[in-house]
C-alpha cells in the first residue's frame, strides 16, 4: 500500500477502497497490512476509512501518539475532508450534504440532521 509519510510518531497511508479497515470474515484488513508492510509489531488506528472508501489514514505507532491525535479531532484541530465522486448526475436535488454523525447500529455510523458538530 501507498505510504504518503511516515515519521517516528505516524505514517500515512493511501488507503484503496474495497478494503475493509479492520480484518474481518479470515480476510487481513487494512490495519494488519500496514503492520506487515513496516514491519512493527503494531500500530493504533486514529480514524478509518469505511471498505469501498479510499483516502488518506493515519495509524499511529504508540498509544501515546494515537491519543494525541485523537484529542487534536476532539479539538477540531484536524479536520476530515470527504469528496464523492460519482459517474452519473444526480436525479434530485444537487448540493452539499452538511449534517452531524450519530452512533447506529453494530458499531456503524449514520448522518444526522442536526449541524452541532
Known amino acids: ?6 515519521n517516528h510518531d505516524f505514517v500515512i497511508f493511501n488507503k484503496p477502497q474495497n478494503l475493509n479497515f479492520h480484518s474481518e470474515d479470515g480476510e487481513a484488513g487494512f490495519v494488519v497490512l500496514a503492520t506487515k508492510q513496516l514491519h512493527v509489531e503494531q500500530l493504533y ?6 471498505k ?3 483516502g488518506l489514514i493515519i495509524l499511529a505507532k504508540t ?3 494515537a491519543n494525541r491525535f485523537a484529542k487534536m479531532f476532539l479539538n477540531k484541530e484536524i479536520q476530515k475532508f ?5 459517474l452519473r448526475k444526480p436525479k434530485k436535488k444537487q448540493g452539499w450534504v452538511k449534517a452531524d454523525m450519530g452512533a447506529s ?7 444526522l440532521k442536526t449541524k452541532e458538530n
Not at 45 to 50: A, F, I, K, Q, T
Open 45 to 50: 488506528s486514529v480514524h478509518r476509512l469505511d
Open 105 to 111: 447500529r453494530r458499531g456503524t455510523y449514520k448522518l
Open 82 to 86: 470527504y469528496l464523492a465522486l460519482s
Open 63 to 65: 498509544s501515546e501518539v
Open 1 to 6: 500500500m501507498q505510504i504518503i509519510f511516515e
Open 52 to 54: 469501498m472508501t479510499s
